[in-house]
């Protein structure tokens, strides 16, 4: 059997390691000339997000043989609004390395994958799929699916951020909720270690242009003054498709859609459609059958976006407010209760 894996992110090999692990070895292209992310930043595995799993790094390595080392475990996020600020402590889940240093979770994965890796190439799916009998598009974009399929945008973000230097919690994430400077989305601080950390603005619906003026905004008005090692920006969209594979052609991760519409993360869900992938390509397994607790927990998020975006910064303070109450934050951040899919049976009586 041949495959070709197009991506040597995070999806992508995860894929290429389960297919080992199923006795099938891949070919695997990267358009870039190393593994990793070009800019050096902090992600998270968020716990309230991925219940009912309560330990997402057992859980890899438990059920897929897939070790994964994070920088921190995440005790406690402090919330602000721009006039509450509520801090909540507990096992919050843990903060991942992704950059192209050895102990990034893209090398991590790589490290365990035996498949050819070719850097600098970047193929026609079309053609791959003429040549191999399964392809799988793991590219972190997903404008080819979206050329494909049905396809309906949820949000549309660009992401400005920063390496800080500074004086930091390693165990702590700081979030910021602001509609003046960030529309529905928001700025977070996650630290590398005691004297590093990322600095991100997620704005929502904004155009390229306005990104400069928002981010300068958000440091004044939130007092920022860290050294700046180096900054980027990227724009991020999310969305859903109605397929996911295409006759002999798998999409997975950011490539599928499979992106976090509230707070943008999708590295649990990025780990395992790839590896859904590689089990429907091995066994014959229904992939969209594999995948739906993915596109549900994406269209829950999805009603949970459409809810916020209508926030003004008297919600923001509410939210704040009410995460901070006792009772809540135990429920929410300290039990595994599925809050998202409780919650969401709720939505329809929010205003």
């Known amino acids: ?37 070009i800019q050096p930043n902090i992600g998270s595995f968020l716990n309230m997000e991925d219940r009912p799993i309560k330990d997402p790094v057992y859980y890899f390595r438990r059920t897929y043989g897939i070790s994964l080392t994070p920088v921190e475990k995440m005790t406690k996020i402090i919330m602000h609004s721009p006039m509450y600020t509520s801090a909540v402590k507990g096992n919050h889940g843990y903060f991942v390395l992704r950059s192209k240093d050895a102990d990034s979770l893209d090398n991590q994965l790589a490290m365990g994958v035996k498949s050819k890796i070719n850097f600098n190439a970047d193929p026609d799916y079309k053609e791959l799929s003429r040549e191999f009998d399964f392809v799988v598009v793991a590219t972190g974009n997903s404008g080819i699916l979206e050329n494909l399929t049905e396809w309906r945008t949820t949000v549309t973000t660009w992401i400005k951020g920063a390496t800080i230097l500074g004086n930091f919690e390693p165990h702590t994430a700081e979030m910021w ?30 155009q390229h242009g306005e990104i400069d003026s928002l981010w300068q905004l958000f440091l004044k008005t939130e007092k920022f003054s860290y050294e700046m090692v180096e900054t980027y920006e990227l724009e ?46 091995a066994t014959g397994e229904d992939y969209e059958k594999m995948v739906k607790t993915i596109t549900d927990k994406v269209q829950m998020l999805s009603d949970y976006r459409d809810k916020l975006d209508k926030f003004s910064n008297s919600d923001y303070d509410r939210m704040v407010k009410i995460l901070g109450m006792p009772l809540i934050r135990h429920i929410v951040y300290n039990t595994n209760i599925d809050v998202i899919k409780y919650g969401h049976t709720m939505l329809k009586f929010i205003k």
């Not at 040597?8 to 593994?35: D, M, P, Q, W, Y």
């Not at 509609?179 to 700025?187: E, K, L, P, T």
């Not at 590398?192 to 704005?203: E, H, P, V, W, Y």
């Open 236 to 281: 991020l969209n999310a969305g859903i498709a109605k397929e996911h594979k295409i006759d002999n052609v798998y999409f997975v991760g950011n490539a599928a859609g499979f992106l976090d519409p509230l707070l943008g993360l999708g590295a649990f869900h990025a780990l395992e459609s790839g590896i859904y992938a590689a089990r429907s390509i």
């Open 177 to 206: 909720f602001n509609i003046d400077y960030a529309r529905s989305g928001y700025g977070y601080i996650m630290p590398f270690d005691k004297t590093k950390a990322s600095l991100g603005l997620i704005t929502t619906y904004a």
């Open 1 to 37: 059997m041949k495959v070709a894996i197009i991506g040597a992110g995070i999806s992508g090999l995860a894929c290429a390691h389960e297919l080992e692990r199923l006795g099938i070895t891949c070919v695997i292209f990267e358009r870039k000339n190393a593994i990793g992310t």
